[in-house]
């Protein structure tokens, strides 16, 4: 099981430390998701003055599901206590313009940064941790960095050197238990990476050990399947049912896949992951 440290306590958003900057910096179109189509660099007509969310309690009610879902992995405290020392892009066009070209390279470097605390709290993957501290340390110095910096920084480099060791201590945590039988209406052999499993019945299959790196998942029923050492990672699970599924050791699994599917309380999770405030 992936153990709990502090180690990514600075990986988890705190919108107390962060200027609203997903609610300005990023773009929305209409969608189920997202009510109305904003640009980038707009703020959107819900931040209040104080960057705050003026409809947070009613989120989904109000037809913003989306701002529920996602998460910045600390990116937004990063970048405006770090990088920009507890600067606002409210403080002037060119620090705005800044601002908002630095925070979607941060979001992909602490995502990375979180995957690669995933792996190295990997019992299985222990011969490949001294790599992995390196890669660890060669993104966070990035990450530190100064704006212009970050913003020249070779991010496909960076995560292509990173995927292979990720990879590799995925398959080292997968092989060192049982496999699962699979699903017992459909061959096994339909579990691999990128697999389009949308909306397939997969309710109380043994995943363990199974291949589903960006897996199709998108409406899915996994509920009370087994996903114990299942890697995760890039699969889309929007929709996708929980119900008591366990993902205690499912591997790369983050809080944006989680809060994009629906659970219920026998749903076990990651310690490191939290059950969503909307799954009720
Ligand atoms: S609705 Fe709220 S959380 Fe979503 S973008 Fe607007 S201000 Fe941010």
Same mark, same amino acid.
């Given at each position: 099981m992936i153990s709990v440290d502090d180690s990514r306590h600075d990986l988890r958003a705190d919108c =107390?430390?962060?200027?609203? +900057?997903?609610?300005? &910096? +990023? /773009?929305? &179109? !209409? =969608? /189920?998701?997202? &009510?109305?189509d904003k640009p980038a660099g707009d703020p959107c007509v819900n931040l209040d003055g104080d960057d705050r969310c003026s409809i947070h309690p !009613?989120? !989904?009610d109000s037809g913003f599901a989306g701002c529920t879902v996602f998460d910045c992995f600390g990116a937004g405290q990063q970048v405006t206590q770090h990088t920009f020392a507890g600067a606002s892009w409210r403080d002037g066009a060119e620090i705005r313009a800044s601002m908002f070209a630095v925070f979607p390279v941060m979001r992909q470097l602490h995502e990375l940064l979180w995957y690669l605390e995933d792996a190295l709290a990997l019992p299985a993957a222990a011969s490949l941790h001294p790599a992995l501290r390196r890669a660890r340390s060669e993104v966070r110095s990035v990450t530190e960095a100064a704006a212009v910096t970050i913003g020249e920084t070779g991010l496909e480099e960076l995560r292509g050197a990173a995927a292979l060791l990720l990879r590799d201590a995925a398959r080292l945590a997968r092989e =060192?238990?049982?496999i699962g039988a699979g699903p017992r209406h459909a061959a096994r052999s339909r579990l691999r990476p990128g697999a389009d499993l949308v909306g397939a019945d997969l309710r109380g299959a043994d995943l363990r050990g199974a291949e589903l790196r960006g897996a199709l998942l998108l409406g899915a029923d996994l509920r009370d399947a087994d996903l114990s050492r299942a890697e995760l990672i890039g699969a889309d699970l929007r929709g996708a049912r929980l119900d008591g599924a366990d993902l205690r050791d499912a591997i790369y699994l983050t809080q944006v896949q989680v809060n994009s599917a629906t659970g219920d309380a026998a749903t076990r999770l990651p310690l490191t992951l939290s059950r969503p405030s909307h799954w009720g």
């Open positions: =107390s430390q962060c200027v609203g +900057l997903c609610c300005v &910096a +990023l /773009a929305f &179109a !209409r =969608s /189920a998701d997202f &009510a109305f !009613r989120l !989904r =060192s238990g049982p």
